[in-house]
């Protein structure tokens, strides 16, 4: 157990529709990062929080937006969205920046239908 | 852009042997590299971080190297047991942000 939660653990829709995923990272982690992995991209980074603020950004779509709460719990939410959206999204956190440990949390397997 | 490369075909090796992954980049001289082990439907877990002044990091059974100039890393596990059987991912630093490799999957049989 990584200690970082994501809810819900599995997530189906159709498109068109809007999603929020839920991440709580481990006790005392600033950090927070979004990866989506699909079978034919791997894991591809989407987003980092760091204390509330946005600190770096990956290829993440315009439907798609973040953000990181004074509690440090960050959510993730998708728009629009399509069949190419489904996929696994990982949550990740750690006590600062990129370079010290990712602690994955379980994941949240999305299909849109 | 970056470019990272492991191979994408599994890895079958026998219980006992070494297993080697390879990681080979492109186009980006990271300042720290990590490897990660995927098991299916299951998160990412945290190996070991090599930085660009390392040539070699060590934890118990597994051995990273870190070549800048041949621009790869070779991820080793000693006396591999079925319980290493997984995928394993590299990671390369690039301006703050982790870019991951597609990964390799390894099989160990007894």
């Known amino acids: 157990d990584s200690g970082v939660t994501q809810t819900p653990k599995h997530l189906i829709t159709a498109t068109g529709q809007r999603v929020t995923l839920r991440c709580s990272p481990r006790?005392?982690?600033?950090?927070v990062y979004w990866y989506q992995q699909s079978l034919d991209q791997g894991l591809q980074f989407l987003i980092q929080y760091y204390n509330g603020e946005e600190r770096a950004k990956g290829n993440i779509l315009e439907r798609f937006s973040a953000q990181q709460f004074p509690d440090l719990h960050s959510e993730l939410n998708l728009s629009s969205l399509e069949l190419g959206d489904s996929a696994l999204y990982f949550c990740a956190s750690s006590v600062a920046s990129s370079d010290d440990t990712q602690y994955f949390g379980p994941g949240t397997r999305l299909t849109v239908l | 852009s970056q470019k990272i490369e492991q191979n994408s075909e599994a890895l079958n090796i026998q219980e006992g042997k070494t297993a080697t992954l390879t990681c080979n980049y492109t186009n980006y001289s990271p300042a720290y590299l990590q490897w990660y082990r995927q098991d299916p439907g299951r998160g990412p877990v945290f190996l070991l971080l090599i930085r660009e002044n390392e040539k070699e990091k060590r934890k118990e059974r597994l051995k990273v190297t870190f070549d800048t100039t041949l621009k790869q890393s070779l991820f080793h596990i000693t006396a591999s047991q079925p319980a290493d059987s997984a995928t394993y991912l590299c990671a390369l630093e690039r301006t703050d942000k982790l870019i991951f490799g597609t990964g390799t999957r390894l099989q160990v049989f007894p």
């Open positions: 006790s005392g982690d600033l950090s």
